[in-house]
């Protein structure tokens, strides 16, 4: 605390990132990044920049990279907009879409990094509670309001909805930028990006994605949203009062040859659902209820075992995963998906623990 802190930094309550503990042998389950590499193209476009080039600014719009999604997506690039990772995305989204004289709306247990953006730019917001089995009911979200925004699979739970739910949920809600956090989407869930395809963009709705977890560069930051020209260019607006150069060079190159390797990203995102499907079996077969995922985790808790308990004991044996000590949740883990060694581990581990209990 200082007396010099500006009266909104002394009323901020920090989003708490997952640990990046520094410890030796660990199995890290904690912060849903990816168990395989990014593809090698990725890392041998980023070996060859120039580094010599490095003295100059990178390219402030990203031409190259936003022509890259535009073609996988079948989008034009001014329905493109980048940022230094989805969370920054996120941040320019709230300030520049949903900061309006109406509360916002997203669901009661989502990303706790919403509620953090909506303190520090003073966005007034609504929780809409999740249905009994923690799903997102989008009759739930009622106009007016001032913008809805959930991820797709929700997080923490993994849960997913359809498209079709997406586009009715438009259909009644015309007044208002809906957003669609599709971190998570490459593992199964049907993504909106297609509704944003020719003329019959919706002029309301944003799609956001991340390269951190399909394809493995949470460490070079890079995020995207797609949508309406006309709301690209109002993020536009917010990132040139904020920061010309979000993407450096070697992300810019790194993030081209990554969209455009889309064979890696299939492989290794086959890989990580098959991996969950046994997971969610053998923790079936230990007791424990897990609730449907399509996302690279899974959330799931034990009927008599609590949540805070497993996890230290985990955590005792160097695997980290993730609790939330909220309300509603606090049962739960939240466990992502490693390599098929770490899942052996750590089922080795719940059933030393569960028997030892
Ligand atoms: C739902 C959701 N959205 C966005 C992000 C941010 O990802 P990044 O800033 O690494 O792109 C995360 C990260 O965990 C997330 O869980």
Redesign the pocket.
């Known amino acids: 605390m200082s007396r010099f802190w500006s009266p909104v930094v002394q009323t901020l309550t920090p989003y708490v990132p997952g640990e990046q503990p520094q410890m030796e042998r660990l199995v890290k389950l904690n912060?849903?990044e990816s168990p395989y590499g990014p593809s090698p193209k990725a890392l041998a476009a980023i070996n060859q920049q120039n580094t010599d080039d490095l003295r100059l600014y990178p390219d402030p719009e990203g031409l190259a990279l936003k022509k890259a999604i535009a073609d996988l997506h079948g989008l034009d690039p001014k329905q493109v907009f980048l940022g230094n990772?989805?969370?920054?995305v996120?941040a320019h989204v709230f300030l520049g879409l949903l900061k309006q004289a109406k509360a916002i709306q997203f669901p009661d247990i989502t990303?706790s990094?919403y509620p953090v953006y909506c303190k520090l730019f003073g966005i007034d917001y609504q929780t809409v509670p999740l249905g009994p089995d923690c799903e997102i009911q989008t009759e739930n979200f009622k106009a007016p309001n001032g913008g809805i925004i959930f991820?797709n699979p929700n997080?923490p739970t993994g849960r997913a909805i359809p498209r079709s739910d997406i586009e009715a949920l438009l259909s009644r809600n015309t007044e208002s930028v809906v957003v669609i956090?599709e971190?998570?989407v490459d593992y199964g869930t049907e993504s909106c990006i297609p509704l944003l395809r020719g003329s019959t963009c919706p002029e309301n709705l944003l799609v956001?994605h991340?390269?951190?977890k399909s394809r493995a560069l949470?460490g070079l930051?890079?995020?995207f949203a797609v949508g309406h020209p006309a709301l690209i260019e109002g993020l536009e607006r917010v990132k040139n009062s904020f920061n010309s150069y979000p993407l450096g060079r070697l992300a810019q190159a790194g993030a081209i040859a990554a969209i455009q390797d889309q064979a890696h990203l299939e492989s290794t995102s086959k890989k990580v659902i098959q991996t969950r499907e046994r997971l969610v079996s053998e923790l079936a077969s230990l007791g424990f209820d897990t609730l449907p995922s399509t996302a690279n985790f899974i959330f799931t808790r034990h009927p008599k075992h609590a949540g805070a308990k497993l996890y230290q004991a985990l955590r005792d044996r160097g695997i980290i995963v993730r609790h939330f000590k909220s309300p509603r949740i606090e049962e739960f883990l939240r466990i992502t998906i490693g390599t098929d060694d770490q899942t052996n581990e750590l089922i080795a581990a719940l059933k030393e623990i569960l028997a030892s209990a």
């Open positions: 912060t849903n990772g989805s969370d920054e996120l990303y990094f991820p997080a956090d971190a998570y956001v991340t390269l951190s949470a930051r890079v995020g």
